[in-house]
């Protein structure tokens, strides 16, 4: 398992950096995975993205991205919404 190394932050304090955390609707241990919106490029890449971190485990989304769209942070197991992170 090629994990990144994450902080461990409390529920709420989402950043744009994928989370550990135990997950309140599947009560699993996981490491949210990070979601950017807004943009039809960015939807494209996410969508690509999203399946490359299925492949990965974790998330490849390029910091270039993370700086300037909203994060949104699923379970990869059940694929709750757990938190929101908003720039602005
Ligand atoms: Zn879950």
Redo the contacts with the bound molecule.
């Keep these: 398992m090629a994990n990144v190394q994450v902080p461990v932050v409390a529920i709420g304090a989402f950043g744009d950096s994928p989370v550990q955390m135990t ?1 309140p ?2 009560h ?1 241990t ?1 490491v949210t995975k990070v979601d950017f919106s807004s943009g039809v490029l960015t939807y494209l890449f996410c969508g690509g993205l999203f399946f490359c971190g299925f492949v990965l485990g974790c998330c490849l989304i390029p910091f270039c991205f993370d700086r300037l769209k909203d994060a949104k942070h699923m ?1 990869p ?2 694929k ?1 919404i757990l938190g929101v992170y908003k720039r602005l």
Aim: net charge neutral.
């Design positions: 997950c609707t599947c699993q996981v379970c197991s059940c709750t």
